[in-house]
């Protein structure tokens, strides 16, 4: 993990711990003034967010950085004692599980109801969802027609055998997604639904997104089920192989049309830790978040979409048009995510 501090636009680098090493901040350095960040996003434009709003409230952001189960660790073995007072991650799988850990507290803002849409928190406040992922269809242009695709569930036919790359059933955002298809069919349907999906497997999972949409682009298969921001990056990247990858794929939004209930959308989000310190500076840190200045840097670091309507995209997310959302809260499909391994596992979707 590592540690920093962001003071009045000046990044500070203080440091790397190992993990547990030395949970120090709060006993040492935190200060009234200060709110303390614990974040498994790396970006580097999520820095310029921070030395913003120190200059604009003069609060300081002390940030630790780690994985999510890092963090979650760290925080537990604090206690009463932690100096956390944000978590901040992405998945509403995630989200879900620090909140079952009583680890995050409830808030109740106007700010935040009324600039975040409520299928995008928690419905007591426990988190809330600052950026959106959609989870997508890239397919090989020149072996699939769009015209044959339409839903996550349209997957499961025959057609598709041995044409599908997804990543590992331990992938949160793999629960999230089939926590969403229980929501909607119900256990034994989605049960089938991930035997069939097995069956059109062009190969056992491995690796994570990029490697799926890289796997299509060398012809290993024909479509991948990957967050759309990886495609992003792929398409946007400095190294050419990359953008030659992207360019032999094209992205679907799946269960469109007057019948569909939308593309999977999940979230990155953040919460008040239950033991924060500075209660305060962290809710008024969250409303600077969702406002939009925060909403489009914050975003655009990851080439997610933002939660707040009407806020710039990036000009390849626009180029895509708008789509249509499942409005499925995403404490919901969270929630689900552990029944939805289970059928994984079951389906032998390793
Ligand atoms: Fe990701």
Do not use: C
Not at 136 to 150: G, I, M, N, Q
Not at 200 to 209: L, T
Not at 240 to 257: H, I, M, T, V, Y
Request: proline fraction near 5%; aromatic fraction near 8%.
């Amino acid at each position: 993990m590592r540690r920093r501090t962001f003071v009045r636009g000046v990044t500070t680098a203080l440091g790397v711990a190992a993990v547990g090493a030395v949970p120090t901040i709060a006993t040492a350095q935190s200060q009234p003034g200060d709110v303390n960040v614990y974040s498994s996003r790396h970006y580097d434009t999520d820095d310029r967010l921070y030395s913003d709003f120190t200059a604009q409230t003069g609060v300081r952001v002390n940030l630790i950085e780690g994985t999510e189960d890092q963090l979650l660790a760290r925080i537990q073995s604090e206690g009463a004692n932690s100096p956390a007072d944000i978590l901040l991650t992405v998945d509403a799988g995630r989200l879900w599980r620090t909140e079952q850990a009583g680890l995050f507290q409830p808030v109740a803002s106007e700010v935040l109801t009324s600039r975040v849409p409520a299928n995008l928190r928690h419905p007591e406040g426990f988190w809330v969802g600052l950026a959106k992922r959609a989870r997508v269809l890239a397919y090989a242009k020149h072996r699939v027609d769009p015209a044959e695709l339409s839903t996550y569930e349209a997957l499961a036919d025959p057609k598709w055998r041995r044409r599908i790359l997804v990543r590992s059933s331990s992938n949160v955002y793999n629960q999230s997604l089939v926590g969403a298809l229980i929501e909607a069919h119900g256990l034994d349907a989605t049960q089938q639904w991930a035997r069939a999906i097995v069956a059109n497997m062009a190969r056992p999972p491995q690796g994570g997104d990029s490697d799926q949409l890289l796997a299509v682009a060398a012809g290993a298969g024909d479509l991948a089920i990957s967050n759309h921001y990886y495609y992003a990056r792929l398409a946007m990247s400095d190294n050419a192989a990359q953008r030659e990858a992207a360019d032999k794929l094209a992205l679907f939004f799946p269960n469109q049309g007057p019948d569909g209930r939308g593309t999977h959308v999940n979230v990155s989000g953040a919460g008040v830790v239950a033991t924060a310190p500075h209660r305060d500076n962290a809710v008024a840190f969250l409303e600077y978040l969702v406002g939009d200045a925060a909403q489009a840097v914050f975003a655009r670091g990851s080439m997610e979409f933002p939660v707040v309507e009407g806020v710039e995209l990036h000009p390849l997310l626009a180029s895509w048009g708008p789509f249509q959302e499942d409005p499925l809260n995403a404490a919901t499909f969270g929630y689900n995510g552990r029944g939805a391994l289970f059928i994984m596992d079951r389906a032998g979707w390793r």
